[in-house]
């Protein structure tokens, strides 16, 4: 067993089982190259300062930029024996470079070390993360443009209710993508300072410049205060809250993938690559891809739990406890990355049934409300209007009939304000053509959403906060 840097203190190795227990190099591992980052950076601030020599300084970079290469190319291999990344990259450099090697922690400990690699992983990672977001609110963008003019009931309680369209129904989800993208952003500001330098928690009595260390890894500014540095992770814990709320609006347009694509619904129909059969009934098409990402919310929304419950009892400043912070943010990071890269793909191949959305539109009344209101518009209280709606829905169902086929005389005896102009008051089309109020359904106003919707993609990408809205 490899000696630990830390073993001066001690009298005998540490059981094998509890270095293993104790090791997290199986799970930090993927942050190497954030903890080279980090390390040429204070190798260069201590070379600067006069800490160490500019010539060591020099041949640690060098040394560290190697390393970096020969485990990209697969050269140099993880020793699953180290104890964390951090670790197992010191004791690298020091084999290849001697004493020169072992001057790299100078002023720094691994608290501050582990700190500044984790929000780098998680900067890079959020950033990709936006992108794959962007890359779903651009498909249902695409798609919503192709469906403005598609009638589809839309629901309360899972109950038909008002006409919708297909367009209008995808941008809801985009709105919603645009708030995750707006979430992550503003994770990524607060998490933008920089902990190295901050040593174990106290700092260090030697003459560093953490502004030059920060400005080299692109950190806004140093964090301000050093215990703060070493033990926050609230980064985490926005940055996983922020994920389970993108996984909860992907399962929550699977919910509905599911139902759509079923024989009962069969508004959608998925690819065959984005679906699975039976190993029994031959008949079977299986919406795999969604329910996999329903059971995954699950599972994201558990590390969030885990990290609020890690942080929830643990003193200031670093306790071992935060080495779980890794297993589940990772975890969540994972898991989002793979559900949005495979439900895009999905949506942008799926096929829209148009006539069968129609169909479920003409059934179940949902032109109801468009009936009261053409008996408003003529000078009758809401109230009023809506009573005798209601009245007409029962006489319908008691005859087997819609409102569109009740007959005039039907509706006369209510009312001597109905005249044949109702009928296309009341028509499907009508209904949704005339919804024109601001984030309605009509085509002019989902065209309208769909513009801004694509304005403020465009200003995430910039960082822009200005938008010029449609209104």
Request: aromatic share 8%.
């Amino acid at each position: 067993m490899a000696e630990m840097m830390w073993a001066g203190r001690f009298s005998k190795q540490v059981d094998a089982g509890v270095n293993a227990f104790n090791s997290s190099i199986a799970f930090d591992a993927r942050m190497y190259k954030h903890d080279i980052q980090g390390s040429i950076a204070h190798a260069t601030m201590l070379g600067d300062c006069g800490i160490i020599s500019k010539e060591d300084s020099i041949e640690i970079i060098g040394g560290l930029k190697e390393i970096l290469a020969d485990i990209d190319s697969g050269a140099l291999e993880f020793d699953p024996n180290a104890e964390d990344i951090h670790m197992f990259i010191e004791a690298e450099l020091t084999k290849r470079l001697g004493a020169v090697g072992k001057r790299l922690h100078t002023a720094r400990s691994r608290n501050d070390q582990v700190a500044v690699d984790l929000r780098l992983y998680l900067r890079d990672e959020i950033k990709e993360i936006i992108g794959l977001v962007r890359k779903l609110a651009e498909t249902l963008i695409d798609m919503a443009k192709k469906h403005t003019e598609t009638v589809m009931p839309g629901y309360t309680h899972l109950q038909r209710a008002q006409p919708v369209t297909f367009a209008h129904h995808l941008m809801a989800y985009v709105w919603m993508l645009i708030r995750d993208i707006g979430r992550l952003n503003s994770t990524a500001e607060r998490m933008n300072e920089c902990p190295l330098g901050c040593g174990a928690l106290a700092g260090t009595t030697y003459k560093t410049d953490r502004m030059q260390t920060s400005e080299l890894l692109g950190f806004e500014m140093p964090m301000q205060n050093s215990l703060d540095g070493v033990s926050d992770r609230d980064y985490c814990v926005e940055l996983c809250s922020a994920l389970s709320l993108i996984m909860t609006h992907l399962s929550r347009f699977s919910e509905e993938i599911i139902l759509w694509c079923s024989w009962e619904f069969k508004f959608i129909e998925l690819d065959d690559a984005f679906a699975t059969g039976s190993s029994i009934m031959p008949q079977k098409k299986n919406p795999d891809i969604t329910e996999l990402i329903r059971g995954k919310t699950g599972r994201v929304n558990g590390d969030l739990v885990t990290l609020l419950t890690m942080l929830k009892g643990i003193p200031l400043a670093y306790n071992k406890d935060m080495q779980e912070d890794k297993e589940a943010i990772f975890d969540a990071v994972d898991n989002v990355k793979l559900c949005l890269s495979t439900f895009t793909p999905m949506i942008a191949t799926m096929r829209v049934l148009k006539e069968n959305m129609r169909n479920a539109s003409a059934k179940g009344f949902i032109n109801a409300t468009d009936c009261a209101d053409y008996l408003v518009k003529k000078g009758m209280p809401f109230r009023d209007a809506y009573k005798i709606t209601g009245t007409l829905v029962a006489q319908c169902i008691e005859k087997n009939l819609t409102l569109e086929t009740l007959p005039m005389e039907d509706y006369k005896a209510m009312t001597d304000l109905f005249t044949e102009d109702v009928y296309e008051a009341i028509s499907l089309d009508t209904c949704v053509r005339e919804r024109k109020s601001y984030g309605g359904p009509s085509p002019d106003a989902v065209n309208q959403q769909i513009r801004n919707a694509e304005l403020m993609l465009e200003c995430a990408l910039t960082d822009s906060l200005v938008y010029d809205f449609e209104v």
